[in-house]
């Protein structure tokens, strides 16, 4: 099934909020997912109630060739899987980023280990653009990129474009992709303005689904929760309802 790297080299845009609320809705309806965290932060496995002491437990062991991804799968605490960061991780570019095919290792592991035969993989990137985040957008089929719809937003998905551009020129194909605005406040003009430069520049792949900025998924993540067990019937997770209804319809969990 798919795989989906949830990207934007800003930080503070979603990222991290949106791979939580998809992961925890497919969880939700039987899919299984499988969460990659990819950010040496480690905001999403903290989330998740997972802080692992050393980084042998994280993915960090992966990339120091100790382990195979499937030995270091954890259940979150809403139940689904989830393989941890460790902020080490941050040392992966220096220690190993000279490596043969080291941005293909990942893609390569998931599908040597049948990771994603069953069920969808959603990987949580950092902001940084390195050997993590781009070893996440080669593995995936899809690369969803959140746009935090403040006055930074049209500036953050110009480079975005540039960075992918770039990387279809060495890949030579199409990288797959689907900007979603974030902490969309309807009553702001500047939210609506946004939305109208991204639909004339980026047209289709700009996703219907809106997430608006909501207060329950704001504060679900202060209590280790998702939207949809802190706050089911809120704004915020009408939203994700919608963004995964909306991936699913073109067939981007497939
Ligand atoms: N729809 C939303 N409504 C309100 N706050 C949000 C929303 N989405 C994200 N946030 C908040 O914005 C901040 C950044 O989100 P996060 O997912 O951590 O971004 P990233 O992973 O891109 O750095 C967090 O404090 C998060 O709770
Ligand atoms: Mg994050």
């Known amino acids: 099934m798919a795989k989906i790297a949830i990207f934007n080299q800003k930080g503070g845009v979603g990222k991290t909020t949106t791979t939580l609320n998809l992961a925890a809705l497919l969880a939700r309806r039987g899919a299984d997912p499988l969460v990659i965290d ?143 605005m974030t902490r969309f406040d309807t009553r702001r003009k500047m939210s609506w303005d946004i939305d109208r430069q991204l639909r004339e520049r980026f047209g289709a792949e700009v996703c219907e689904t809106r997430i608006a900025e909501n207060v329950s998924v704001a504060e679900s993540p202060s209590l280790s929760k998702d939207v949809f067990s802190h706050a089911p019937e809120s704004r915020g997770a009408q939203d994700y309802v919608s ?8 067939g981007c969990l497939k």
Not at 111 to 135: A, F, I, K, W, Y
Request: glycine share 6%; with cysteine.
């Open 38 to 180: 990819l950010d040496p932060q480690a905001h999403l496995s903290g989330i998740c109630g997972i802080t692992v002491p050393r980084s042998e437990r994280s993915l960090y062991a992966f990339y120091s060739s100790t382990q195979s991804l499937t030995g270091l799968i954890q259940e979150s605490n809403a139940g689904w899987k989830i393989i941890p960061s460790h902020l080490d991780l941050s040392k992966v570019d220096t220690q190993y980023g000279k490596g043969p095919n080291i941005l293909n290792r990942l893609n390569a592991g998931i599908v040597r280990e049948n990771l994603n035969t069953d069920r969808p993989v959603l990987m949580d990137s950092c902001p940084m653009l390195g050997v993590l985040s781009l070893s996440g957008i080669l593995a995936a089929d899809l690369v969803l990129i959140p746009i935090s719809t403040d006055y930074l937003a049209i500036r953050g998905a110009l480079q975005m474009e540039r960075t992918l551009r770039a990387l279809e020129h060495v890949l030579k194909e199409r990288v797959q992709r689907r900007y979603v």
């Open 243 to 250: 963004l995964l209804t909306e991936l699913d319809a073109c």
